[in-house]
């Protein structure tokens, strides 16, 4: 299995044609922030959210009126961002496709398969994408997928759409998405596990909470950006402050004897799996 990455450059953006988001949550509102913060007006969105709270805090931090159903608005859209619940998109798109069969569909949900979604929505211009939750501070890693009938100016407007979220990776084979469920977009609580883990130890051994979480987020913060930027991988960087009876062996002897790392790769393949079992399971509507 062949999987492109595809880093894109933070330059300033073309116009963009009316964007229709169905489901008016966090990521949506990731995705909309950060297009409005490059110079996308309001008024080019439709959006399409039953819940009032997640409508009052789009018309507070946007300016966005959304709809609490599917109606001609969504007409003059040539992108529909699915930004739904798994189990609520097949319901969802009963009431939608009236109103977007020509347009690009692009897919936040999680797990649902995009043959499901090119049937329900009633065309085969169908991107998934597999974000994370580091999009809402412009720092996610977004895995995507288009089907055949996906263009190349598609992928370059899904690309626009994206861009201000984080990284995105494009993947030749859909399965692979279940594999970047599971690694990035599962990922960030793994992060939060360990820096949990690393502020309980530190007030264990007498740090302030405050203090130990400060140190804790930091140590992540700098040894991902140490991983991003260098030439060598993780293996080596790990290696160069790993010197032979100091602190830093003690510790990882210490995880290398509880097979840590085994048991983590056991977890992320857990992840996988479940992924690939709620596509079986809301994909069938």
Request: some cysteine; aromatic content about 6%.
């Amino acid at each position: 299995m062949t999987i492109a990455v595809t880093f894109l450059p933070r330059t300033a953006p073309a116009p963009l044609p009316p964007i229709a988001f169905i489901g008016g949550g966090n990521m949506a509102s990731a995705i909309i922030g950060g297009l409005i913060q490059q110079g996308t007006p309001a008024d080019a969105f439709e959006v399409v959210e039953p819940f009032e709270a997640a409508r009052t805090k789009l018309a507070q931090s946007f300016g966005i009126t959304a709809e609490t159903e599917a109606g001609e608005g969504l007409s003059r859209c040539a992108v529909v961002v699915w930004a739904v619940k798994p189990q609520t998109f097949a319901e969802a798109a009963k009431q939608v496709r009236a109103f977007a069969g020509d347009a690009l569909h692009l897919s936040v949900a999680a797990g649902i398969p995009s043959d499901s979604i090119a049937r329900w929505v009633g065309t085969e211009r169908v991107v998934r994408a597999m974000p994370n939750t580091p999009a809402l501070v412009g720092q996610g890693m977004t895995g995507l997928f288009a089907r055949p009938d996906v263009t190349g100016a598609d992928r370059a407007l899904v690309s626009q759409l994206l861009t201000p979220t984080g990284e995105l990776l494009w993947v030749d084979a859909e399965p692979a998405l279940d594999a970047v469920t599971a690694m990035s977009g599962s990922g960030p609580a793994y992060v939060f596990y360990f820096i949990e883990a690393m502020t309980e130890a530190g007030v264990e051994m007498g740090l302030t909470p405050d203090q130990a979480q400060r140190l804790a987020i930091g140590t992540f913060t700098g040894a991902s950006a140490l991983a991003h930027s260098a030439t060598e991988p993780p293996s080596v960087l790990r290696e160069r402050v790993t010197s032979k009876g100091g602190t830093t062996y003690a510790a990882i002897t210490s995880l290398e004897g509880a097979d840590v790392k085994a048991q983590f790769k056991t977890a992320i393949r857990a992840a996988q799996k479940r992924a690939a079992e709620l596509g079986d399971e809301f994909g069938r509507g």
